[in-house]
């Protein structure tokens, strides 16, 4: 269970990652929209959710959409740590 705090302290961590997103078409607000997915597929695991935008990044490139959806999200082939944890 996440608390409000611990809600509040994940965005705030999207929010300085958000940046660092090399997307032509990435709108701000773009990780926070997407919050509850992204906790969920990395269980809050900070190497998980590097490694899970990393890929999404080059998956919206190749796909020549430059931001990231849900779909973008969820085709990311994640490590065996944070997919054990999601199950």
Same mark, same amino acid.
């Given at each position: 269970?996440?608390?409000?705090?611990? @809600?509040?302290?994940?965005?705030? /961590?999207?929010?300085? !990652? *958000?940046?660092?997103?090399?997307? $032509?078409?990435?709108?701000?607000?773009?990780?926070?929209?997407?919050?509850?997915?992204?906790?969920?597929?990395? @269980?809050?695991?900070?190497?998980? /959710?590097?490694?899970? !935008? *990393?890929?999404?990044?080059?998956? $919206?490139?190749?796909?020549?959409?430059?931001?990231?959806?849900?779909?973008?999200?969820?085709?990311?082939?994640?490590?065996?740590?944070?997919?054990?944890?999601?199950?």
């Amino acid at each position: 269970i996440v608390t409000p705090a611990g @809600q509040r302290g994940w965005k705030d /961590l999207l929010n300085q !990652l *958000e940046p660092h997103l090399k997307l $032509a078409e990435a709108e701000p607000g773009v990780l926070t929209d997407h919050a509850d997915l992204l906790f969920a597929r990395t @269980q809050g695991h900070i190497g998980s /959710l590097t490694t899970l !935008l *990393e890929r999404a990044c080059g998956i $919206a490139y190749r796909a020549d959409i430059e931001t990231l959806t849900e779909e973008v999200l969820t085709r990311v082939v994640l490590d065996n740590a944070a997919e054990l944890s999601r199950r």
